[in-house]
Every structure is written in structure tokens, then in C-alpha cells.
């Protein structure tokens, strides 16, 4: 079965700490991997998006890792702001010439002062 | 920068009665997709037109249908409303045909079916 699991399901950090959050996938055949920022009551936006030959992948303080052949994927966010809190979802890309999307629930975090 | 609207940010209604959400955006593009969102189960497609007139089912068609009767429009209709329906709806939008480029998603429309 096709599944996208994120963990932790919820962060809470203080503000100038780093932190990592993981998603891992069990889905064939890959295609891409993004990860999306959603803050409350927006649509999510994207931060970055990872083919299967891409192993790292930076967007200012965000920074994205692919393992493919693990089938992980990890978000680690550097300097952690108040703007920061937000809900972050793992989004993959299958199915070869379908192109179908499995979203994974998220993981909501909360960056304290 | 593209642009995708929705046509409330809030809606409450009533069981059976049938709603109309609009979806806008303003990039040209084909493809345009609506979402449902719910706790714990992430967003799950509803259905995706990837021309005018053409639509096809996603994963969670059933008390839903859909209109894209404009390029730049894609209405998801509720034939008559029920409480397992409320839930955040969201749109997005693709272009050039291809799920690699990345979705574009609209605000949301946070529907409450009472």
C-alpha cells in the first residue's frame, strides 16, 4: 500500500533552536518528493522539491534531505523563527506516467519566544 | 506570481442543501485540482480537470461533482450537503500538463455542514 508517515505529529521548539522533521514513504514507483509549508487557515506553499537523484536540497534556513534508497526524507529547519510555526507536509509523486500525489498528514510545529 | 482564489474563506450550511465552491486562478494553466483536508488524514484529492470540459475522479469522488466550464475556473459542487462533508477545502493548479511543476494551492474554504 502507498503511504506517506511524518513524524513527529507536533513540534515544539523555542525560538533559535534547529530542528528535523522526518517523512517516510512507501511508494513505487517514485517519482518526486516535496515539502510544503501550510501556516493556519492558508493553503499549503512550497518549499522544496527532490528528485530521486537529488540528495540535498536547500531553501534559506530550510533544508531538505532524500535517502532513496531507504525510502526517508528529512526537513531540517536552521535558526528557527516565530514565523517558522506552521504545519509541514511531505508530499510524494508515483506512479510513472500517471504522476499521482500522496500527501503525508503533516507535522504542526510551534516555535515559542 | 500565480494567483488562486477561492470563493470563501468560510461557509456554513445546512444538510442537503447544495453548495458551490469556486476555485479561480489567473496563470493559464490546465491542470486544477480540488482537495479536502481533515485532521489526521492529510489532504485527499477530490477530483482534477486537466482541460476545460474534462474532469476525472480522484480518490474520494462520491458526493461531490465538479464544472470547468472556463480554463481559469473549477467549481466543486456538493448535490446536497452532509455533515461527514465538513471539512477545509482546497484548490490547486498545475500548468504545462505536467505533476512535476509544482501545485499552487489557493487559501481554503473552511465548509461547516450542519
Known amino acids: 500500500k502507498n503511504q506517506v508517515e511524518q513524524s513527529p505529529q507536533s513540534l515544539i521548539i523555542l525560538e533559535g533552536k534547529n530542528c528535523t522533521l522526518q517523512?517516510?514513504?512507501?511508494?513505487?514507483?517514485?517519482?518526486?518528493l516535496r515539502w510544503y509549508k501550510q501556516d493556519t487557515g492558508r493553503g499549503p506553499v512550497s518549499l522544496t522539491i527532490?528528485?530521486?537523484?537529488?540528495n540535498t536540497k536547500s531553501n534559506g534556513r530550510y533544508t531538505a534531505t532524500l535517502d532513496a534508497d531507504t525510502k526517508q526524507s528529512s526537513l531540517h529547519i536552521t535558526a528557527s523563527q516565530l514565523s517558522d510555526s506552521a504545519s509541514y507536509i511531505c508530499?510524494?509523486?508515483?506512479?510513472?506516467?500517471?504522476?499521482?500525489?500522496?500527501f503525508g498528514t503533516g507535522t504542526l510545529l510551534a516555535v515559542q519566544p | 506570481d500565480v494567483k488562486v482564489t477561492q470563493s470563501s474563506r468560510y461557509l456554513v450550511k445546512r444538510t442537503g442543501e447544495k453548495v458551490f465552491l469556486e476555485c479561480v486562478q489567473d496563470?493559464?494553466?490546465?491542470?486544477m485540482f480540488w482537495y479536502r483536508q481533515d485532521p489526521g488524514l492529510g489532504l485527499r484529492l477530490i477530483y482534477f480537470?486537466?482541460?476545460?470540459?474534462?474532469?476525472e475522479k480522484g480518490d474520494i469522488p462520491e458526493g461531490y461533482s465538479v464544472s470547468r466550464e472556463k480554463k481559469e475556473r473549477f467549481s466543486l459542487i456538493l448535490e446536497s450537503a452532509s455533515t461527514n462533508q465538513t471539512s477545509m477545502y482546497l484548490c490547486?493548479?498545475?500548468?504545462?500538463?505536467?505533476?512535476?511543476?509544482?501545485?499552487?494551492f489557493g487559501p481554503g474554504t473552511r465548509l461547516t455542514v450542519l
Open positions: 508530499v510524494v509523486i508515483y506512479g510513472g506516467a500517471t504522476n499521482k500525489l500522496i
Open positions: 517523512c517516510n514513504y512507501t511508494v513505487s514507483p517514485f517519482s518526486n
Open positions: 527532490m528528485t530521486f537523484s537529488e
Open positions: 496563470m493559464d494553466h490546465e491542470n
Open positions: 480537470s486537466y482541460d476545460v470540459k474534462m474532469k
Open positions: 490547486a493548479t498545475v500548468g504545462t500538463g505536467s505533476f512535476y511543476n509544482e501545485q499552487f
